[in-house]
């Protein structure tokens, strides 16, 4: 197993992507943080559940790994300390940090709300600082440590009615490469994942405030990736295998990168 011993910080872990990647984390025997913010945000679609993070800890405890729960916004700086609290007297201290946790909202720049707004930029690039803001006194005193940085797509290339989430992800990637600079000192890594269009509550939640069949509008967004129907759909193991690599000391010797995982589309 590649990460035996590591303790790892997922955000974002009730469902979708954060859910798959701490158990891919976990069958690579990483101990695991879950964190959710476990409620709605106004105005964006229903996001993760209680009930969904216990399970996605239950799968892995149940699996023979070990994980704990930790109910929290990213948004908040108290309480991304009082969960990094929680992981260090858990599991000793945070060896991996997994920046997953986003929302997205589709508004024409001139109909952008401030309560959109706030929640599109707190949640994707606040969020980031604030877990970072804390798990790097920790990684800096064990002189290692993996950061790894949801993005998207998006903040690599220009995304028309999401220029809220598609700056904030662009954010995202300055962020990484400039923590990648600063962090390098101490032996960590830190990189950042593109992911292209996957099927998660985020695109059904977005195709809701389209008013577009869901299914239809995932084959719409992927419509400009190199590879076409299936071959071009990607999912959230393409994301989690990326995750475990960039985790693992294979990726050792790449830092400051943001990968995209995107079926083409960046490139294209
Ligand atoms: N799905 C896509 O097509 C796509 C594409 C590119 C990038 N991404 C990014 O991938 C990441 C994962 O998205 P997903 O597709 O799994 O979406 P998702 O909506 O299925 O899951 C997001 C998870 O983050 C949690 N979350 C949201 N706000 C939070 C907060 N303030 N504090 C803590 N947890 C919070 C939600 O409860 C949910 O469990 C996000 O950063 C997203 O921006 C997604």
């Not at 476990?38 to 229903?46: A, F, G, V, W």
Request: aromatic share 6%.
């Amino acid at each position: 197993m590649k990460l035996e011993g590591k303790v790892a910080f997922v955000t974002g872990a009730a469902h979708g992507q954060g859910a798959s990647h701490a158990r891919y984390l976990a069958n690579e025997g990483a101990r695991i943080v879950a964190v959710d913010i476990c409620e709605d945000i106004k105005p964006i679609y229903p996001l993760g559940t209680r009930e969904e993070l216990d399970g996605t800890v239950a799968s892995i405890n149940d699996a023979g790994g070990e994980a704990i729960a930790v109910q929290a916004d990213v948004r908040s700086s108290p309480e991304m300390k009082a969960a990094v609290d929680v992981a260090v007297k858990a599991f000793g201290t945070v060896d991996i940090l997994c920046n997953n946790a986003g929302v997205c909202i589709v508004e024409a720049v001139d109909e952008i709300s401030d309560e959109s707004l706030d929640a599109v930029i707190d949640v994707n690039l606040k969020g980031v600082f604030n877990t970072v803001r804390h798990i790097a006194p920790i990684m800096k005193a064990q002189r290692s440590g993996k950061i790894i940085n949801t993005a998207s797509a998006g903040g690599l290339k220009a995304l028309p009615m999401v220029s809220h989430y598609a700056a904030a992800k662009g954010g995202v990637v300055m962020a990484t490469k400039s923590w990648a600079n600063e962090l390098s000192e101490w032996g960590i890594n830190v990189n950042g994942i593109a992911p292209g269009t996957i099927y998660t509550g985020m695109i059904t939640g977005i195709a809701g405030q389209l008013g577009q069949d869901p299914g239809e509008a995932f084959e719409q967004f992927n419509a400009n990736n190199m590879f076409k129907g299936e071959r071009g759909h990607v999912t959230v193991d393409d994301i989690s295998t990326m995750v475990v690599y960039l985790a693992s000391d294979d990726a050792r010797m790449i830092t400051g990168q943001v990968i995209p995982v995107d079926a083409g589309w960046v490139a294209s």
